[in-house]
């Protein structure tokens, strides 16, 4: 089975601009996940999808916003990008949403901004 | 504030001495308790989980963990490292109702010394 996979997997942008990043989970999983990681902050949860809907969101701003397919695809997208926004950004996916469910990890998508 | 705490922030170690790594939480009720590595250039990988039943987990390549509820610890060992084992490790929590959200400690970075 493959894995998580998320595109691109570097992106340089500019202050003020906008990117959209985009993550496939494995298969028959429709539970996603976004975390930002830093090396100061570490690993920071940004939003939970299933079955299309947000179920749960961490502490960002307005900025970073998501949405989920039909076929359990997802994409963030993060506008008005800030310095501070550099960071790899990683996608998990899971089964479902039972407490017990592992999160497999995609290899992230490293975003400078300039 | 719920958090997850590494006291461990970097370590460093010769080949064949042992590792622990430790693991704090503040979340009450049950949780699940998970380590992470990842290795350079590599995304996050499961290392172990613990969910109930007997507090010594193990894992893969040699690693196990010790859930200790009194002391909310989940404390990450191996008998002896390999220089293989270079990488960052995370513990992660995922506490009651809070679908997939994992909750981070900010990681611990082994190096291992031939």
């Avoid at chain 1, 179920?55 to 989920?68: I, V």
């Avoid at chain 1, 993060?78 to 950004?89: H, I, K, M, P, Q």
């Avoid at chain 2, 958090?3 to 170690?13: F, R």
């Avoid at chain 2, 080949?15 to 590595?37: D, I, K, P, R």
Wanted: glycine share 10%; aromatic share 14%.
């Amino acid at each position: 089975k493959a894995g998580v996979t998320q595109t691109p997997r570097y992106l340089i942008k500019t202050r003020g601009q906008q990117v959209t990043l985009s993550c496939s989970p494995i298969s028959g999983h429709r539970s996603v996940s976004w975390y930002q990681q830093t090396p100061g902050q570490g690993l920071q949860f940004l939003f939970e999808y299933f079955s299309e809907t947000q179920r749960n969101k961490g502490n960002f701003p307005g900025r970073f916003s998501g949405r989920q397919f039909s076929n359990s695809r997802s994409e963030m997208n993060v506008s008005t990008l800030e310095l501070g926004d550099s960071a790899l950004y990683l996608c998990a996916s899971s089964l479902g949403l039972a407490s017990q469910e592992t999160q497999y990890f995609g290899p992230g998508t490293r975003l400078l901004v300039l | 504030a719920q958090s997850v705490s590494q006291h461990n922030h970097h370590v460093i170690l010769s080949e064949a001495a042992s590792l622990e790594l430790g693991c704090n939480y503040s979340y009450g009720g049950t949780v699940n308790l998970f380590w992470y590595v990842q290795y350079p250039g590599q995304h996050l990988q499961l290392l172990l989980k613990y969910f109930s039943g007997d507090p010594l987990v193990k894992g893969i390549k040699g690693f196990e963990a010790e859930f200790i509820k009194s002391k909310f610890s989940f404390n990450l060992r191996k008998p002896s490292v390999q220089w293989s084992d270079t990488a960052e490790y995370f513990c992660a929590v995922k506490p009651p109702m809070t679908g997939n959200q994992f909750y981070f400690g900010t990681g611990t970075s082994l190096t291992v010394i031939p």
